[in-house]
Each structure stands twice: as structure tokens, then as C-alpha cells.
């Protein structure tokens, strides 16, 4: 069973920066897309940035240039690095990975995620 557990979350001011990891447990597999999302109240949940097991990133546009997403297979670890955070990426955000088969897409574009964190609370004040 694959677990994920997220940490890094917090208050900052706007223009600050964060990193959020993110730990993954039981996860078997050579092929895979792991990604960041985040939800706001009262909005729907977004995609935020993805990697593939060979190292591909993607970013959301309303993150690109701000956002980088990282892994470090051997610890097993995801991490979201967050510089000049502004108010509106206030939201919880979440850790989540599949296993892919036969895939060629993105995996921004991966229509399915079975495997969540618990989440972990962003908040930019102006």
C-alpha cells in the first residue's frame, strides 16, 4: 500500500518562500508521475507541478518561473520548492504519485491519481 505523507507547510508574508516535501512509503514500480496539487476554499483542486520517474518536470502556468518540483529517488522523497509566493497560492496543498503503465503523456496532463497525502496548509498574507 502506498502512503505519502507531506510536510513544510506554513504562514509566510508575500515574496517569501517555501519548501514542501513530501515522503512516499510502499510505492513499487519503475514508472510513475508524482505531483503537487492544491485546493483553495471554495475552488476546485488544481495541479500545480508533476515529474515522471525519469526526472521530467511540468509546471502550472500560474506557477512557471516560481515553482520548481524535485525528487530524490533514494530517499524517496518529492519536494515543491515555493519562491515569491503570492496571497492567492494561500490553499492546502497536496502530494500525490501513480504508477503508469504504457503512458506517453504528461503527467500534468494524468487524468488520475490514486495516491494522496493528507495535505499540508499554505498561507501568503499580503
Known amino acids: 500500500q502506498v502512503q505519502l505523507a507531506e510536510s513544510g507547510g506554513g504562514s509566510v508574508q508575500s515574496g517569501g518562500s517555501l519548501r514542501l516535501s513530501c515522503v512516499v512509503f510502499?510505492?513499487?514500480?519503475?514508472?510513475?508521475?508524482q505531483a503537487w496539487f492544491r485546493q483553495a476554499p471554495g475552488k476546485e483542486r488544481e495541479i500545480v507541478a508533476a515529474?515522471?520517474?525519469?526526472?521530467?518536470?511540468d509546471m502550472a502556468d500560474s506557477v512557471k518561473g516560481r515553482f520548481t518540483i524535485s525528487q530524490d529517488n533514494a530517499k524517496k522523497m518529492v519536494y515543491l520548492q515555493m519562491n515569491g509566493l503570492k496571497p492567492e497560492d494561500t490553499a492546502m496543498y497536496y502530494c500525490?504519485?501513480?504508477?503508469?503503465?504504457?503512458?506517453?503523456?504528461?503527467?500534468?496532463?494524468?487524468?488520475?491519481?490514486?495516491?494522496w497525502g493528507q495535505g499540508t496548509q499554505v498561507t501568503v498574507s499580503s
Open positions: 510502499g510505492y513499487t514500480g519503475s514508472s510513475y508521475c
Open positions: 515529474i515522471d520517474s525519469h526526472g521530467t518536470t
Open positions: 500525490a504519485a501513480q504508477k503508469t503503465v504504457q503512458y506517453s503523456g504528461t503527467c500534468l496532463g494524468l487524468m488520475f491519481y490514486g495516491n
